[in-house]
């Protein structure tokens, strides 16, 4: 449909809607989700019934809203599906992952004193390919090569250009033929599986520098962690994690005098070295050992200096709202049956999500699940995950938020005061559809900043 067409048909919704008597009603809706770009629409009702009498005392029902339902925000942490609720996500993993350091939420401000590394394990090299380096402020050249020599394909295996930072050309292979592809995908489906053994074995190294077992260990010390997973631009995922020791009961309590920084340090470097993961030989393919790569980098994390809380909680909330989409791909499923040729992605992504495809149709790997995970490059687990004594939850950071919220309503009057426990609270709801359509963008926009209309239809609004 031409854009004019859609421009007209979003502007005659936008006038229905500010038409609407219940305008004002639908305004308050939208400014309650936040921004949220696809809120959820539900359809039900609330009762509070007296305990002792079995009286109505209060009833809301969505027939009483705008098209009759309620939108709520859809409360995805994916930057690319929901910039608003994405932000949300990202404020309450800052707060989570600070509370970690400093205290705060329940944490004790004593587990600032812990010993705590920024730990970074990378991926190992699948082939040469365009990078961006600096050193002392100055880029250097991709991969320059005095011989310039060239591949089994005829390429020259040299690249004398310095990249700027959004060169489209950066995480692209030298030579997509020489390039691991199968290394690539493989390693991302395993990832998850080399941080638990790496986790299992930082416990282990710990205890041997200690001259303990690892039951004596658990009665002196805890591990907690707080990790991430970024995707490179070349399409492979490595994980950044806060690691701290604590006493036997958590954060509350102190470690022993043994468990050091350098300690620390020395068990991270040997249990990254140690755990690998064995892929079975299969029809035409030679078996793998897939293991972190060389480059393990373990620093302290200071309330001074470059490594503060803050920065390692910035850094760590950032990355918590995005996934495979930043190595060119997409943020939604593949079907095997799409023409891969077709799908909107750089051409090094559609060769990696063709791998995914290809390798799943070995019975072998039908655990790794890559067919299911073709769009996040053969990657399954989650990228942001916490040990159970690193700090508080989101859940309960969310239900902070959500008291404080419904105490804002009862003092204003929006919501009924009641002693919960004389109230039984009866509530259906059900699913009714979700996001806006373009007119409701457009008013939606408009109650933002004028500028925000553009963005909502593309730049293509008159």
């Given at each position: 449909m031409p854009a004019s067409h859609r421009n007209a048909h979003a502007i005659r919704e936008a006038i229905t809607r500010l038409n609407d008597p219940r305008l004002a009603r639908w305004a308050a809706q939208i400014r309650h989700t936040g921004g949220c770009r696809q809120p959820i629409h539900l359809r039900g009702t609330v009762e509070h019934?007296?305990?002792a009498t079995?009286?109505?005392?209060?009833?809301?029902?969505t027939n009483q809203e705008p098209d009759g339902v309620l939108r709520v925000p859809c409360k995805t942490r994916r930057a690319s599906r929901c910039p608003a609720c994405a932000e949300t996500y990202r404020a309450d993993t800052y707060h989570l992952i600070r509370a970690g350091l400093?205290?705060?939420?329940?944490?004790?401000?004593?587990?600032?004193?812990?010993?705590?590394?920024?730990?970074t394990l990378t991926a190992p090299s699948f082939g040469p390919v365009h990078t961006r380096r600096e050193r002392d402020g100055r880029i250097l050249p991709c991969h320059p090569r005095r011989n310039r020599e060239t591949c089994p394909h005829g390429r020259v295996i040299s690249c004398t250009v310095r990249h700027r930072a959004d060169d489209d050309v950066l995480g692209e292979p030298l030579c997509p033929g020489c390039y691991d592809y199968t290394g690539t995908v493989l390693f991302n489906a395993v990832a998850p599986v080399l941080w638990k053994r790496f986790a299992d074995a930082l416990r282990r190294h710990l205890a041997a520098l200690a001259g303990l077992t690892l039951a004596q260990l658990r009665e002196q010390l805890v591990v907690s962690f707080a990790k991430v997973g970024e995707f490179q631009r070349r399409g492979v995922v490595h994980f950044h994690a806060i690691i701290r020791l604590d006493g036997p009961a958590g954060p509350a309590t102190t470690p022993p005098a043994w468990a050091t920084c350098d300690v620390l340090t020395r068990a991270v470097q040997r249990a990254a070295q140690a755990v690998t993961v064995t892929i079975p030989q299969l029809a035409g393919e030679l078996a793998r050992v897939l293991r972190w790569g060389t480059q393990v980098d373990a620093?302290?994390?200071?309330?001074?200096?470059?490594?503060?809380?803050q920065a390692v909680a910035g850094y760590i909330a950032k990355y918590a709202t995005k996934a495979a989409e930043c190595a060119g791909t997409l943020d939604q499923r593949i079907s095997p049956t799409q023409d891969l040729s077709c799908l909107p992605v750089r051409d090094h992504a559609r060769r990696l999500i063709a791998e995914c495809l290809r390798l799943g149709a070995y019975e072998e790997l039908a655990g790794l699940r890559l067919v299911q995970w073709a769009h996040m490059l053969g990657f399954r687990g989650h990228l942001s995950t916490r040990s159970r004594h690193y700090s508080t939850t989101l859940t309960q950071i969310r239900a902070e938020r959500q008291d404080h919220v419904r105490a804002e309503e009862i003092t204003t009057g929006r919501l009924p005061l009641f002693d919960e426990d004389d109230v039984l609270v009866i509530a259906r709801w059900e699913y009714a559809g979700r996001g806006l359509s373009p007119g409701d963008a457009l008013v939606a926009a408009l109650l933002g900043s004028p500028a925000a209309v553009l963005a909502a239809h593309g730049g293509e609004a008159r």
């Open positions: 019934y007296d305990r079995g009286r109505l005392l209060h009833r809301y029902s400093t205290g705060g939420k329940g944490v004790p401000e004593s587990v600032s004193s812990h010993p705590c590394l920024f730990v620093r302290p994390i200071t309330l001074t200096g470059e490594l503060t809380d």
